[in-house]
């Protein structure tokens, strides 16, 4: 009995799992968890404050270039499509105004740059809690999500934003008024053009959760393919200005990822309906 107390109080205490954690262990986790995504974010905004002659010689001024890709692009397919904003002057209105967008455009480029890690951070909170089966239909995500972020905010960036800035400096209501845009409503435009496309992107990774979990069906969507095509449409006027073709290049992508949201919905349940059947097989 002597021997067998001593080996017991030799063992190595056990390890807590996720789900024996208390509400506080949960929140110091998180807090964890978010001051390492605001540390990276904070040391990439950094090296973007610093580098403000390429950020906004290139970057953010680059959609008011003739120079800039998109206008060159179009071009050089047909010189009929040769379109880029004419006379257009960034001014600065308020004394602080160029720092303040300054520090604006150094965070958001800060959590775009940052985005994959930001990510990994908030999977690597969640994943602890899930079961395997959830972790191996998950295989893959930070990748997934990361990619379909980016390449949202390159389609913003490089598609929409070009047509906007190029249809609104131009729109003109009488030949008296001078077209001036300040440093913060061109930033501003610029940010709404970006990062929320970047977020309607993530579309398919949510139907395929809400597919997981059974509130969506392939059979749901497709009834409510038409409502959804008049919410992208009404979405997309929302997010460019009234210009027709922009807002058919924002919708015409956005329809697409609806209907690749289908096609996730139908991989799923089909999955689901093969192991249920292996299941019965099984039992």
């Not at 959830?134 to 893959?140: D, L, N, P, S, Y």
Request: aromatic share 14%; charged share 20%; hydrophobic share 50%.
């Amino acid at each position: 009995m002597l021997g067998i107390k001593k080996i017991k109080k030799a063992q190595p205490p056990a390890v807590k799992k996720v789900n024996e954690m208390s509400f506080l262990e949960h929140l110091e986790a998180l807090r964890w968890h978010i001051i390492r995504s605001l540390a990276a974010i904070v040391v990439i905004a950094i090296g973007v404050f610093l580098a403000k002659e390429l950020v906004f010689g290139m970057v953010i001024l680059g959609p008011t270039k003739e120079s800039f890709a998109t206008y060159q692009f179009f071009c050089s397919i047909w010189d009929k499509l040769c379109f880029h904003p004419d006379g257009l002057q960034i001014i600065n209105r308020d004394l602080q105004e160029n720092f303040i967008n300054h520090l604006k455009v150094s965070f958001w480029l800060g959590l775009v740059v940052a985005f994959p890690y930001v990510f990994y951070e908030l999977w690597s909170f969640v994943k602890p809690g899930l079961y395997d089966k959830e972790i191996r239909a998950a295989k893959g995500i930070v990748f997934i999500c990361s990619f379909l972020f980016l390449l949202g905010v390159l389609f913003g960036y490089f598609v929409i934003s070009p047509f906007a800035v190029t249809f609104l400096s131009t729109y003109e209501l009488d030949p008296s008024i001078q077209s001036t845009v300040t440093l913060s409503s061109l930033v501003n435009s610029m940010t709404m053009f970006t990062l929320p496309v970047g977020l309607i992107f993530e579309l398919p990774i949510v139907v395929y959760f809400l597919a997981k979990i059974g509130l969506v069906t392939p059979e749901f969507m497709r009834r409510y393919r038409k409502h959804a095509f008049v919410i992208i449409l009404v979405l997309a006027a929302i997010l460019t200005p009234p210009d027709m073709i922009t807002q058919l290049l924002i919708a015409f992508p956005l329809y697409m990822l609806y209907e690749a949201s289908i096609f996730i919905a139908k991989r799923v349940y089909k999955q689901q309906e093969e192991e249920e059947k292996r299941q019965e097989m099984g039992g």
